[in-house]
């Protein structure tokens, strides 16, 4: 069965794009073949560091959405990875509920995979008790990522009702490992793929291409479900 990733967390800067890009580094390197999607118009980072692989998507533009659909008929051994935007979860919400998205996926063999992002924050909590309330009966895997490059510790979460909430609806708790902030802004000004910047002498030393490949490992054993 196929995969359509859905890369959400509705609030801005909670590292959505940063897991999308992990994400294809991850089906990059695991020769796993996928197709990208960037529904963030306004920064386009997923399409800027992974150009040959993500196409941009305009949220609210049913034509535009409806393509990605069409790119799971035509494209059935491709898995999906949909970084949205920030606040796009109306017009999202809206196109799902209309066109039974989740339901057309089921019947094209493709299971759905959503990805809720989290800083520490408590605004992080409630939009995803949004999501569990809003998805408990339909056909979708949840996969909450706490992401350490965006929060200290997320002790209050795991000690929260959404958290419980989260564990008896089957979500699978994922970690993002912090990246060294030093590296995070060489990689931002170079436009760089993960692959570059852990292999790409020109563009890193021989330390920080170290960070890197150790960081992807960190993250890549926190994507061991993929393989189910």
């Known amino acids: 069965m196929g995969k359509v990733h859905f890369i959400g967390g509705e609030k801005g800067g909670v590292g959505k794009s940063m897991t999308a890009r992990v994400l294809a580094q991850y089906y990059i390197d695991h020769d796993m073949p996928f197709l990208g999607f960037d529904c963030d118009a306004s920064h386009g980072t997923f399409s800027r560091f992974y150009q040959d692989f993500a196409s941009p998507v305009v949220v609210g533009d049913d034509d535009s959405l409806d393509g990605m659909l069409s790119a799971v008929e035509e494209n059935p051994e491709r898995d999906l990875i949909i970084d949205l935007a920030a606040q796009s979860a109306l017009p999202i919400n809206r196109w799902i509920e209309e066109t039974d998205v989740f ?6 063999g493709s299971q759905v995979v959503w990805w809720h992002v989290m800083d520490d924050g408590a605004d992080s909590v409630s939009l995803l008790s949004q999501v569990l309330e809003r998805y408990q009966s339909q056909p979708v895997s949840i996969v909450v990522v706490q992401n350490l490059g965006r929060g200290e510790s997320f002790e209050r979460f795991q000690r929260s009702d959404i958290y ?38 020109s563009l890193m030393n021989i330390a920080e291409r170290q960070r890197m490949k150790v960081w992807l490992r960190n993250a890549y054993a926190q994507f061991a479900f993929l393989a189910d």
């Open 103 to 108: 339901g057309l996926l089921s019947e094209l």
């Open 164 to 201: 419980q909430q989260a564990k008896q609806q089957g979500a699978i708790f994922v970690e993002l490992p912090k990246l060294h902030a030093r590296l995070t802004q060489k990689i931002d000004f170079n436009n760089s793929s993960f692959w570059a910047v852990a292999n790409d002498r």
